[in-house]
T-cell receptor, first 115, second 115 residues
Framework: DGGITQSPKYLFRKEGQNVTLSCEQNLNHDAMYWYRQDPGQGLRLIYYSQIVNDFQKGDIAEGYSVSREKKESFPLTVTSAQKNPTAFYLC??????????????FGPGTRLTVL | AQKITQTQPGMFVQEKEAVTLDCTYDTSDPSYGLFWYKQPSSGEMIFLIYQGSYDQQNATEGRYSLNFQKARKSANLVISASQLGDSAMYFCAMREWEEDNDMRFGAGTRLTVKP
């Protein structure tokens, strides 16, 4: 089945450690995105990538890094520089249509807790 | 400035009744898209419905319809015949086509369907 997978669903890390969140899609979508969601709030964009080997910072990129070496994969690294990394992380992908609908479809999310 | 405003933190509706979730937006871009997503307790964001700024008719998808009032900059989601499974967080989002790949989300409305 086509879709977006994120692993793991729950992740625990000690403060000061870098951690990488996985996001894979087999929808043949060109664009991929990472969002952060804090309790009771909407989503905020961390990074996005429109094509392989290219990515752009979103609103809250500080303390995060990404790579896009393959179309299917867009891993997010939460570095020790991120002051408050505990949050729910959502990955999304989209395909640009001629009409400009560009709907984003989301993975199941990873809940990161830094102890 | 807040681009997407959802003024109802929480809403209750009786099963089988209709409910309207409010969303207002702010943009000077003539070309934009409005999206509604559902987020159940599992965390995954589920795409529900899309409305383009140039669409002449209100979007509908099954029990979901979007009451698009362009002059008032509102894009309210109407859920007809509510079901217990509709209980979730609902997010309104906007993408301005000149702001490449920058999708803005509201803070969300928590809908509870009562039996």
């Amino acid at each position: 089945d086509g879709g977006i997978t994120q692993s793991p669903k729950y992740l625990f890390r000690k403060e000061g450690q870098n951690v990488t969140l996985s996001c894979e899609q087999n929808l043949n979508h060109d664009a991929m995105y990472w969002y952060r969601q804090d309790p009771g709030q909407g989503l905020r964009l961390i990074y996005y990538s429109q094509i392989v080997n290219d990515f752009q910072k979103g609103d809250i990129a500080e303390g995060y890094s990404v790579s896009r070496e393959k179309k299917e994969s867009f891993p997010l690294t939460v570095t020790s520089a991120q002051k408050n990394p505990t949050a729910f992380y959502l990955c999304a992908s989209s395909i640009r249509l001629a009409a400009g609908t560009d709907t984003q479809y989301f993975g199941p999310g990873t809940r990161l807790t830094v102890l | 400035a807040q681009k997407i405003t959802q003024t109802q933190p929480g809403m209750f509706v009786q099963e089988k009744e209709a409910v309207t979730l409010d969303c207002t937006y702010d943009t000077s871009d003539p070309s934009y898209g409005l999206f509604w997503y559902k987020q159940p307790s599992s965390g995954e964001m589920i795409f529900l419905i899309y409305q383009g700024s140039y669409d002449q008719q209100n979007a509908t998808e099954g029990r979901y319809s979007l009451n698009f009032q362009k002059a008032r900059k509102s894009a309210n989601l109407v859920i007809s015949a509510s079901q217990l499974g509709d209980s979730a967080m609902y997010f309104c989002a906007m993408r301005e086509w000149e702001e490449d790949n920058d999708m803005r989300f509201g803070a969300g409305t928590r809908l509870t369907v009562k039996p």
